[in-house]
Nanobody
Framework: QVQVAESGGDFVQTGGSLSLSCTVS????????MGWFRQAPGKEREPVSC????????DYSASVKGRFTISRDNAKNTLALQMNSLKPEDTAMYYC????????????????????WGQGTQVTVSS
């Protein structure tokens, strides 16, 4: 059984930074494409970032590119998302998830998100 546990969400001011992390078990992490998606109340899920097996390829949604950085540690089965220059529109629940694919087109598709994710961690950015 795949288990995903996110942490790091918080309340921050506009322009602030947060670092999210998640720990994954129940699968061969190094063989798994991973990523983050977010969902704000009343809005559709939005893939935010993804990373390939070895961390050599990363992709970002247009809304976060240049501000967020995804990384992984295969030795520790962990995934991270460094978020800088946060904006009120970044306010959402953030989920660490298995992704089916990663690429500049894949990051635009909801179908790129796999079937395993955690409970989420709340990020709130005040204006």
């Amino acid at each position: 059984q795949v288990q995903v546990a996110e942490s790091g969400g918080d309340f921050v001011q506009t322009g602030g930074s947060l670092s999210l992390s998640c720990t994954v078990s129940g699968l061969i992490f190094a063989d798994t494409i991973m990523g983050w998606f977010r969902q704000a109340p009343g809005k559709e899920r939005e893939p935010v970032s993804c990373i390939d097996w070895y961390g050599q390829r990363t992709d970002y949604s247009a809304s976060v590119k240049g501000r967020f950085t995804i990384s992984r540690d295969n030795a520790k089965n962990t995934l991270a998302l460094q978020m800088n220059s946060l904006k009120p529109e970044d306010t959402a629940m953030y989920y660490c998830a298995v992704f089916r694919s990663c690429g500049p087109e894949a990051i635009k598709r909801l179908t790129s998100i796999g079937s395993d994710w955690g409970q989420g961690t709340q990020v709130t950015v005040s204006s």
